[in-house]
T-cell receptor
Framework: DAGITQSPRHKVTETGTPVTLRCHQT?????MYWYRQDPGHGLRLIHY???????DKGEVSDGYSVSRSKTEDFLLTLESATSSQTSVYFC????????????FGDGTRLSIL | DQQVKQNSPSLSVQEGRISILNCDYT??????FLWYKKYPAEGPTFLIS?????DKNEDGRFTVFLNKSAKHLSLHIVPSQPGDSAVYFC???????????FGTGTSLTVIP
């Protein structure tokens, strides 16, 4: 299994609070991604990174920010959480952006009350 | 707008028979396609992929077929086993982009 660790695995918080999710990899892969999974929507890309300090938006980036200060860590921040951001969040990594699959972490279940 | 669609939310198959999971896409620029398998409380696991220069790729019990003219992708599992029961996602990517687009998933149940 690819060395991907997501933390925390579960979190419950209140509307309006900031939340940071962490993705840590031991594979030294260049590309890292954050997805959310919701019923009826599959997996949707929030943000991705193509190197240290290099990030770009995905299709559902509003309300989220990311940072990547080291190759191994990719942080996803909800500055002021809303109930619509209740979801399961997955981190993924890939070595290149050519024909190589992404490998996923086990997810973070986030509930915003 | 969903660029990758899996129109069957669920599928049930008897053990030993063939499972066929389908996926349609709308973007003609997609050139790399993948299938992932997902168990509850785990992340998706890569299963098999195909590039647009091929129309078939096989790996053991799993075969992916690509019909570019119909913009259709299918995954065949033969023979199906109870351990194959999971949610299957198809995904696609263009040759110029970093973004993968996922379908909504099909839940496969293999009945012993």
């Amino acid at each position: 299994d690819a060395g991907i660790t997501q933390s925390p695995r579960h979190k419950v918080t209140e509307t309006g609070t900031p939340v940071t999710l962490r993705c840590h990899q031991t594979e030294n892969h260049r590309y890292m991604y954050w997805y959310r999974q919701d019923p009826g929507h599959g997996l949707r890309l929030i943000h991705y990174s193509y190197g240290v300090k290099d990030t770009d938006k995905g299709e559902v980036s509003d309300g989220y920010s990311v940072s990547r200060s080291k190759t191994e860590d990719f942080l996803l921040t909800l500055e002021s959480a809303t109930s619509s951001q209740t979801s399961v969040y997955f981190c993924a990594i890939s070595a290149t952006n050519s024909n190589q699959p992404q490998h996923f972490g086990d997810g973070t279940r986030l509930s915003i009350l | 707008d969903q660029q990758v669609k899996q129109n069957s939310p669920s599928l049930s198959v008897q053990e030993g028979r063939i499972s066929i999971l389908n996926c349609d896409y709308t973007n003609s620029m997609f050139d790399y396609f993948l299938w992932y398998k997902k168990y509850p409380a785990e992340g998706p696991t890569f299963l098999i992929s195909i590039s647009s220069i091929k129309d078939k790729n096989e790996d053991g019990r799993f075969t992916v077929f690509l019909n570019k003219s119909a913009k259709h992708l299918s995954l065949h599992i033969v023979p199906s086993q109870p351990g194959d029961s999971a949610v299957y996602f198809c995904a696609a990517r263009t040759n110029t982009g970093n973004q993968f687009y996922f379908g909504t998933g099909t839940s496969l149940t293999v009945i012993p």
